[in-house]
């Protein structure tokens, strides 16, 4: 299948500087009941967004005029817990291209990457740095290029490499489905299975 | 399958089975890895089912998924209808997608039905040396056999369906040692949450854990069970430890696994499953059983613990650096920095959960509750993690026993572990959870939960108050 290719964003950002945020937060578990995979992103956030009566929480980032766009700007060990990849169905739905943050749980960066959502890790300090300029300046605008591995914000101010391996970054470049590319290994799979005595 | 002997270069158990698994590595990207076991549930599959069909794909090895209902089914009348619609969709499109690929399945009310980390050890099909995932973190349980089990998406969920094979990158090894060996009153649950508790709960991020010592070899394997399920709790890819007779007498027990002729060529072969002497790990911790204590959490991860009868720490003194996130958590809980938590009312107590819903919690729990009864001011929800824990709950006496004492046993699934069901903790509320995660919310809107091991949470549910187990009269022997 065909998934958006992802080359360079340019986006203002919302910063969201709060530590082990877990996929509980990001999406509920009591949303999950759906088949599909489409909107989830109305209840990103819930219970940080809308108070018990489902009235907008006027402090939380995403009800806050002055941020928007898409690259989520967080905090240390993003998308811990569940493995649930609606928290990315949910991030993705409401907008966002990228998460930025200084690190990510395991099972969320590969649920992300299946997903053409792009984890963006960057050290302790620059992430800091950058989200107190977007914290100054709400207009802020961060560019995100892929194909050069590179984070960048104002003509003279930050300008960060990110790493990502080289598999996984041309998947994201062309727009490739890496299922896709499992299934046409199938012959290989089952070379693999015959060698250690058939598929049983 | 062949594992690397001790003849060539030391080699940890993680990696012999992992190289084991290679169907290829792909440069400077993940490796192709072969999976053994896949297990599947109502929640996190539906859309890999869909787009299967939209790919015009079929399931590869149907004979190696085996599917269970657990996360959103009801904890009563289980033989009725689900009430609540959406979840009842759910359910019976796990149902219709076993049935269209052919795929076993144990549905709600099925004697072969429980949590899914419960169920697969019960069912034999957990063996040493496997790799094994489920759409669920808390996969990490079945390393307790000694195998690389670990939790995934619903991409990687479609991948397995579809190719029966992972694209992952290897993680780095850790191995944590527990030396000495637990005190009375102490249960694996208390020493995991104290190991989280030092570490963080991203403090294993990026590795594989192995368990090992003397305080780990003495486990029984549900306690070990307990140990592996929350090392995705300090952020671990998942936890194994070595098999050794304490497995392989787990494993001769169940009739399946002695019919499987796979049985013999893995008993044979065990002494291959281990880590070889001098091999390397990218990281290794060391602690002393013997100073754990019985644990509680206080705020809304799992990190976030401190001994029962502790003070709850300041921002400074936890170690945590984002002050922000840390007031967050206190403020939720309805907590400050300085306050003992022991004598704290409590309004729910919660027993079950693929953490601590197997047969030895059950009987742990009912030994510090015979005799007593239930304190009026707490809801209990005592929850088997299968059906085969309520039949020998049910066989060892123990259901009789929680009756006397005012306490009513439920019906198997992850009940109010995540509240996916009616099992909801109202908001505001206090609940003393043995499940795995204390997150805002996990057991409903504002549910404040704090949790601890089965013995902790008897005694809360005996005394109304969060109370040290070791106080009561009748300390359970363990």
Redesign the interface.
């Known amino acids: 299948m065909k998934r958006e290719k992802f080359d360079l964003l340019e986006s203002t950002c919302v910063p969201l500087p709060l530590a082990d945020i877990d996929t509980d937060q990001i999406i509920p578990a009591r949303f999950l009941s759906a088949t599909s995979r489409d909107g989830f992103g109305k209840n990103l956030f819930r219970d940080w967004r809308y108070d018990k009566k489902g009235n907008e929480i006027k402090d939380f980032v995403l009800n806050r005029a002055e941020y928007g766009g898409a690259i989520l700007v967080a905090s240390s060990n993003f998308g811990c817990g569940s493995s649930r990849e609606h928290a990315v169905w949910a991030i993705a739905d409401y907008g966002f291209r990228v998460v930025i943050s200084d690190s990510f749980a395991d099972i969320f960066r590969n649920n992300a990457l299946n997903n053409g959502l792009l984890p963006v890790q960057i050290p302790s300090e620059m992430l800091s740095e950058l989200t107190a300029k977007i914290i100054a300046n709400p207009d802020l605008i961060v560019k995100i290029d892929l194909e050069r591995q590179l984070i960048s914000a104002d003509e003279n101010g930050i300008s960060v490499p990110f790493a990502i391996n080289t598999f996984r970054k041309q998947c994201l470049l062309n727009g490739l489905d890496n299922i896709d590319y499992l299934i046409n290994m199938r012959s290989r799979i089952i070379e693999y299975e015959n060698s250690r005595g058939g598929p049983g | ?2 594992f690397q002997g001790s003849t060539m270069e030391p080699l940890t158990l993680f990696d012999k089975i992992w190289d084991a698994h290679v ?2 590595s ?5 490796d ?1 890895l ?1 999976i053994d076991r896949h297990y599947i549930h109502e ?2 599959s ?2 890999a089912f ?2 299967l069909r ?2 015009g ?1 079929d399931v ?2 149907p ?1 190696r998924t085996t599917a269970v209902a657990d ?2 089914i009801p904890t009563t009348d289980q033989h009725l209808p689900i009430r ?1 619609s ?2 009842r ?2 359910v019976e ?1 796990l149902e219709e997608n076993c049935r269209t690929y052919g795929i076993e399945h144990f549905g709600i009310g099925h004697s072969g039905n429980g949590i899914v980390h419960v169920t697969g050890p019960e069912l034999g099909y957990t063996l040493p040396g496997m790799t094994i995932v489920c ?3 808390h ?1 990490s349980t079945h390393g307790a056999f000694g195998a690389i089990a ?7 969920v ?2 397995v369906l ?4 992972l ?3 290897k ?1 780095a090894r850790m191995r944590i040692t527990v030396n000495g060996s637990l005190r009375k009153g102490v249960t694996s649950k208390d020493l995991i949450l104290y190991i989280i508790s030092n570490i963080s ?2 403090g294993a ?2 590795y594989f854990v192995e368990f090992a010592g003397e305080a780990i070899k003495g486990l029984s394997m549900e306690a070990r069970m307990t140990i592996c399920n929350m090392s995705i709790e300090m ?1 671990a ?1 998942g936890g194994l430890i070595e098999p050794d007779e304490i497995t392989f007498d787990y494993l001769s027990r169940i009739t399946s696994f002695n019919s499987n002729p796979e049985a013999a060529k893995l008993t044979e072969k065990r002494l291959s499953l281990r880590t070889d002497p001098g091999a390397v790990f990218d990281r290794e911790l060391e602690f002393d059983a013997s100073s754990v204590p019985p644990m509680i959490t206080y705020g809304t ?1 799992p ?1 976030m613990g401190m001994p029962i009868d502790g003070i709850i720490p300041d921002h400074e003194q936890s170690g ?3 002050a ?2 840390f007031n ?1 958590a206190l403020e939720y809980m309805g907590f400050s920095p300085g306050m003992k938590l022991l004598g704290l009312p409590v309004d729910y107590v919660f027993l079950g959960s693929c953490t601590n819903g197997r047969i030895e919690d059950l009987r742990a729990f009912t030994a510090m509750v015979k005799g007593k009864r239930k304190a009026e001011n707490v809801t209990a929800l005592i929850v088997p993690g299968s059906q085969q824990v309520a039949r020998e709950a049910e066989k060892e006496g123990l259901t009789e026993v929680l009756r006397e004492a005012g306490f009513a046993m439920r019906q198997p699934g992850c009940s109010s572990c ?3 069901n009616d099992d909801k903790i109202p ?1 505001g509320k206090y609940a003393v959870s043995t499940s795995n ?1 204390n ?4 057991q409903g ?2 549910a404040r939960t704090i949790l601890a091991g089965p013995l902790a949470a008897a005694a809360a549910a005996v005394t109304g108050r969060i109370t040290d187990p070791r106080d009561l009269t009748t300390v359970y022997d363990l």
């Open positions: 399958m062949l169907v290829k792909v440069e400077d990207g993940p192709v072969y929640v996190t539906p859309q869909e787009s939209q790919r794909t590869f090895r004979e996360h959103n609540d959406v979840s969709a759910q499109t759409g669920d973190s996969t670990f939790g995934i998406g619903t991409s990687e479609e991948m579809a190719t029966q094979c694209l992952q990158v993680p709960t991203s991020a990026g952020g890819r991860n990190g945590t650096d984002n922000g996130s967050k995540l509240a996916m908001p995660r997150f805002e919310g996990r809107p504002g």
